[in-house]
């Protein structure tokens, strides 16, 4: 059967999805800047177009924690988180990782204090990149919504048990409506079965579940977290042909590549920026320049092989971002540079553009600025605001 | 592509006449739109901003909005310069006013229309309301919508009374600006 189509925002687009993924436990705290998924899902839980139990916590810290408790004892969790949120539950997302709990988060992308400001960049989630969890940038809300509904498969796979955090850039893709296909409640259920794990509190199957592990074991278990993380690849390819088959949408894997066969100038980024690099491309394209896109969708498992087949024959690569780290150069960057020295696959210019930052407008006048950037000899700076 | 940039005050619906409008050219007319308030804290009767882009075709671009083909202004206390900004050659200010004059001067290539929807809203809605009625100004002043997919965008978002009310409301400021019933 079809779903029905709506005009939704992101947040509202990832509360619908929520609900189809049939969670049972929902914690969440309101702390500025939240966003309104769990306004949402809390007014889904009263009219009972969702049965799950609604944990109001009093703090983030507590709202992962509690996701965590509940997914110990078998349960499907969700929480929403943002900023200066998720930096409190940086203690948490280690517990959750390092325990093997799935559980699946929304984050709105929003720049960190100080200076105080609410708006989007993404410095919150890439600060927290080597926390053990998946992480997955999103462009629209489709793909939000589609997200949340492929998280869950794929964060609960025997292969991966490992959470998964789902990225939206604040307000732009949070707070802007748009046309969104909502998929029928029985194709998701198809799709995604009830959550069974082996790790869980278990009267009748008594295990050890977050225990201490001393020197002699301790890296062994991390050893299999970085194997899982890896192995999320796979299985997120096999997600997403599986919900294809199924909902008639086919996502790319973890990036995606727009005109890279044969593109001598790239630019690299992610989230929603991309979709204002899209039509200059184009544009670009249709004047007989050969330009091209890669859209990093995940960052971990970070697409590692994808990068070095896109842009191995360009000759001038830029990589644009909405972070930094501080006193050396873009995360993003830092990631995609040590993915093409490992292959020996260097492209003659390959620069880290910085923009976005604490909601800065990136417009199609940038963009195409960059490219021309990229095509001028100068090395420049090691980081080159924009 | 369409670009529209509404200007109100917090509590005045200037966003909601935003998404209204993208329910009605999305669901009821197969065509494709972005629609997002100005970002930012919200706060009851400080000026707020909707904007929406409108496309034949999937809109990609979610830059700010600084061209624009259209604007409309819910409260003339926001009439300033500013709220010309971007404003294209050939583009419309629609602007609720009960007066006979604007407070602006208005350029050559700008359409300037002015409506007291705030008496409009008064007598079918009982209140000072005129997001919907700016919008029936705008399908009898411009191709950007049709009066059918407001009216349905406005039945499918509200309800009972306060859809119909809406509704009428919509319908008579779309009269009262010389729009046609076809």
Known sequence: ?386 | MIEIRFHGRGGQGAFTAARLLGVAVTRFDNRYALAFPSFGPERRGSPVLGFIRIDDRKIADRSSITRCDVVVVLDDTLLEPLVLSGLQAGGLLLVNTVSNELPLSIPDHVRAVHVDATALARQYLGRPITNTAMLGALAALSEVVTLQSLLAAVRHEMKGSTAEKNAELLEMTYRALGGQIT
């Open chain 1, 1 to 386: 059967m079809l779903g029905q189509k709506a005009f939704l925002s992101g947040n509202e687009a990832v509360a619908a999805g929520v609900r189809l993924a049939r969670p049972h436990v929902i914690a969440a705290y309101p702390i500025t800047p939240q966003t309104t998924v769990i306004e949402r899902l809390a007014e889904m839980v009263e009219d009972e177009s969702l049965k799950a139990e609604y944990l109001h916590v009093e703090s983030e810290h507590s709202a992962l924690s509690a996701c965590i408790g509940a997914s110990a004892v078998g349960a499907r969790t969700f929480t929403a988180t943002s900023s200066q949120g998720l930096l409190y539950m940086a203690e948490c997302l280690h517990y959750a990782s390092g325990g093997r709990f799935p559980v699946v988060m929304m984050n709105a992308n929003r720049s960190l204090a100080l200076p105080w400001n609410i708006y989007g960049d993404q410095r919150d989630s890439l600060s927290l990149l080597d926390c053990g969890w998946i992480q997955v940038y999103a462009e629209d809300a489709q793909e939000s919504l589609d997200l949340i509904i492929q998280g869950y498969a794929v964060a609960e796979h025997s292969d991966v048990l490992t959470p998964m955090m789902i990225n939206l850039d604040g307000f732009v893709i949070t707070h802007t409506y748009e046309l969104v296909s909502l998929p029928a409640q029985q194709d998701v259920d198809a799709f995604l079965p009830p959550f069974r794990t082996v790790n869980k509190m278990d009267l009748d199957h008594p295990m050890s579940l977050a225990f201490t592990a001393g020197p002699a074991y301790n890296q062994a278990f991390k050893q299999l977290q970085h194997q899982a993380v890896l192995a999320a690849s796979k299985v997120i390819l096999e997600t997403e042909e599986r919900f294809g088959q199924l909902f008639g949408r086919y996502y790319p894997g973890l990036l995606e590549t727009l005109f890279c066969d044969d593109a001598e100038t790239i630019l690299v980024t992610l989230g929603s920026v991309a979709g204002t690099v899209r039509p200059v491309v184009e544009r670009l394209r249709s004047l007989g320049e050969r330009v091209g896109l890669v859209r990093i969708r995940y960052m971990r498992p970070f697409p590692e092989a994808e990068i070095r087949k896109a842009l191995s024959g360009a000759k001038a690569v830029g990589v644009l971002e909405k972070d930094i780290s501080f006193g050396y150069e873009g995360t993003v960057f830092t990631n995609v540079n040590s993915a093409l020295m490992r292959a020996k696959v260097m492209p003659p210019r390959l620069l880290n553009f910085v923009g976005g930052l604490g909601g800065k407008d990136i417009s199609a006048i940038d963009i195409e600025r960059l490219f021309l950037r990229l095509k001028s000899p100068d090395d420049g700076e090691t980081v080159e605001f924009i």
